[in-house]
């Protein structure tokens, strides 16, 4: 199958070389999802689309879209659960309250999350996470809700993907609910 690759930001040619050298050592047949999985481990937040069949024009090329960030639509059912790591976010992405469940996740205590951005918990040999991050966080405010999801590795650098859903002022002025979930392979 012939695929062509759009990268989006095209205003960053280095995350456009890197997914299309991603999408060269794909074995065949490749797709989307073992894209992402790819292009995650140096972008934790990218997402791959295809391109829907409607709009395809008779034998030309598939495109698949890679964007670094992107945000996704949650289906209502898929939105109402079950999300059982939840945290209260500041407007500055520092930790307010994390439940248990989202401390497990990040295999932290809670109480060392507390008062301590979100991006302060992103691995640091990812380029572009706390850029990507801030990116996410300017459109959140901008929307007020956002949902995606992104790479976070456990502590032992084993790979794992995490659906998120941000709400602004949930649990009162200024204080966001995040809420965290563990997406199965």
């Not at 829907?52 to 024009?57: I, Y």
Request: glycine share 4%; charged share 30%.
């Amino acid at each position: 199958m012939s695929i062509r690759l759009h990268a989006f930001p095209s205003a960053d040619p280095e995350f456009g070389a890197h997914a299309q050298s991603c999408l060269d050592a794909l074995p065949e047949p490749a797709s989307p999802a073992a894209l992402q999985r790819a292009i995650r481990l140096r972008y934790p937040a990218a997402i791959v689309k295809a391109q829907d069949e409607l709009a395809r024009h008779g034998s030309a090329p598939v495109i698949w879209y890679a964007y670094r960030t992107a945000l996704l639509t949650w289906r209502d059912d898929e939105r109402a659960g079950p999300w059982p790591a939840w945290a209260i976010l500041d407007d500055e992405r520092r930790f307010l309250q994390v439940n248990p469940e989202l401390a497990a996740i990040a295999e932290l205590p809670a109480e060392v999350m507390l008062g301590h951005r979100v991006e302060e918990f992103s691995n640091p040999t990812d380029p572009t996470i706390r850029d990507d991050i801030a990116q996410l966080w300017i459109e959140f405010l901008e929307r007020r809700s956002i949902a995606s999801t992104v790479r976070f590795n456990f502590a032992d650098g084993r790979p794992r993907e995490l659906g998120y859903w941000l709400e602004a002022d949930v649990d009162g002025f200024g204080r966001h609910r995040l809420s965290v979930r563990e997406l199965d392979r």
